[in-house]
Nanobody
Framework: QVQLAESGGGLVQAGGSLRLSCAAS????????MAWFRQAPGKEREFVEG????????TYADSVKGRFTISRDNAKNTLYLQMNSLKPEDTAVYYC???????????????WGQGTQVTVSS
């Protein structure tokens, strides 16, 4: 089973950018559908973006359309989330997840990282 570790979170001003990474170790990163989710204080975890095994299919939440970009490098066993034009409402803990199905539902993902905090100040 693959193990996941996020990095790249931090504090940024509104309008700024951050790039999150999710390093995978273990077996067969390229065999997993991957996604980013986030959870803000007092709110449920929500889907951000997802990417298919080969990167050919991408799904995203309307709230991040045109601002966030998911990508993956199967040779480096790494998933990325480029976040531009950040807003205070993007403040959350961001998680990467691996599963057998490309889905917007967190219950469809079997493996989760520990999360990385993103804080956007106004």
């Amino acid at each position: 089973q693959v193990q996941l570790a996020e990095s790249g979170g931090g504090l940024v001003q509104a309008g700024g950018s951050l790039r999150l990474s999710c390093a995978a170790s273990g077996r067969s990163f390229s065999s997993y559908e991957m996604a980013w989710f986030r959870q803000a204080p007092g709110k449920e975890r929500e889907f951000v973006e997802g990417i298919s095994r080969t990167g050919g299919i991408i799904t995203y939440a309307d709230s991040v359309k045109g601002r966030f970009t998911i990508s993956r490098d199967n040779a480096k066993n790494t998933l990325y989330l480029q976040m531009n034009s950040l807003k205070p409402e993007d403040t959350a803990v961001y998680y990467c997840a691996a599963g057998a199905v490309l889905s917007k539902r967190d219950e469809d993902y079997d493996v989760w990282g520990q999360g990385t905090q993103v804080t956007v100040s106004s």
